[in-house]
């Protein structure tokens, strides 16, 4: 598959023609990806191959949606993490966020 056109992404901003960070998660989900390419639990091959499905897979969403879509699927695929586990955690999240007063940090 070829590489997508960052421009042709939905929500997509560019600086320098390079995608920039909107929310603190998405350089969160980022800084995820390469510290577990570092620890060599994917090649980057593999990691862009799990993106671009996502790209290609036929949903709207957000470029770094299609990110952290793709870092939940590799995770799964390897065994890191599973379905359910991904949900607990935005459960607990989301029951974090809606105790927390609005301003303050989202502790789980």
């Known amino acids: 598959m070829s590489a997508p056109d960052l421009n ?50 036929g949903e709207t969403r957000d ?8 870092l939940e699927a590799i995770t799964q695929a390897k065994g890191i993490t599973s379905a359910s586990a991904i949900d607990q955690r935005e459960q607990d999240w989301h029951a974090a966020a809606a105790r927390t007063p609005h301003g303050e940090p989202i502790e789980l």
């Open 8 to 57: 042709t992404l939905e929500g997509m901003v560019l600086d320098r023609n390079e995608p920039v960070f909107n929310e603190p998660w998405e350089a969160q989900a980022f800084a995820m990806t390469i510290a577990l390419y570092e620890q060599e639990v994917f090649t980057w091959e593999e990691w862009a191959a799990a993106l671009s499905a996502q790209i290609h897979g």
């Open 63 to 70: 470029y770094y949606q299609h990110w952290l879509a793709a």
